[in-house]
């Protein structure tokens, strides 16, 4: 891997559909080791439904705000300068749990996963794609998502979700 700088307005960013995504190293850096995007998040905004990964294992560094996660039957807040870690094969999902703008650093190992967050912004995200597309994607990637669970966690944890995906 080259030396690399990547400073606060560099690299591809877009919309997911409920949150942003910057990509800031890819694998095709890191020799498909890890990859490396932050993730911007608006006030009180849920960032996924419960969803889990088959491949690889995400690891969140809070930059800024006050971050909720549910992994498996766990309810957790993180901070600025806490990590939560999200293994592999666990249901879980995020969110905006304050009501300022949060974001946080999503280191992705093994590297390969950040190119769905990319397919997902190129198809304008979650919100625009087709459905049959939208899982087409997932499978792809190894991802099931859980979307009967988007009501239930904004109800329980007081967030917003894109309404044309309830």
């Not at 891997?1 to 949150?19: E, Q, T, W």
């Not at 995504?21 to 890191?30: K, L, P, Q, S």
Request: hydrophobic share 40%.
């Amino acid at each position: 891997m080259a030396a690399k700088i990547v400073g606060p307005r560099d690299g591809k960013a877009g919309s997911l559909g409920s949150i942003g995504v910057r990509f800031m190293i890819d694998g095709d850096e890191t020799g498909s080791r890890f990859s490396l995007v932050e993730h911007p998040m608006p006030p009180r905004v849920l960032a996924a439904p419960l969803h889990r990964h088959s491949r690889e294992d995400e690891y969140s560094y809070v930059v800024q705000g006050r971050v909720g996660a549910l992994l498996g039957d766990e309810v957790v807040y993180a901070n600025p300068g806490d990590l939560v870690f999200k293994p592999r094969n666990q249901w879980h999902t995020f969110w905006n749990a304050g009501d300022e703008p949060a974001s946080l650093l999503e280191l992705i190992s093994p590297a390969g996963f950040e190119r769905f967050f990319s397919e997902l912004v190129d198809l304008r995200g979650v919100t625009k794609i087709e459905p049959e597309k939208f899982a087409e994607l997932c499978a792809r990637y190894g991802l099931e998502m859980k979307p009967e669970s988007i009501q239930g966690l904004v109800e329980r944890f007081n967030l917003r979700f894109p309404a044309d995906l309830r």
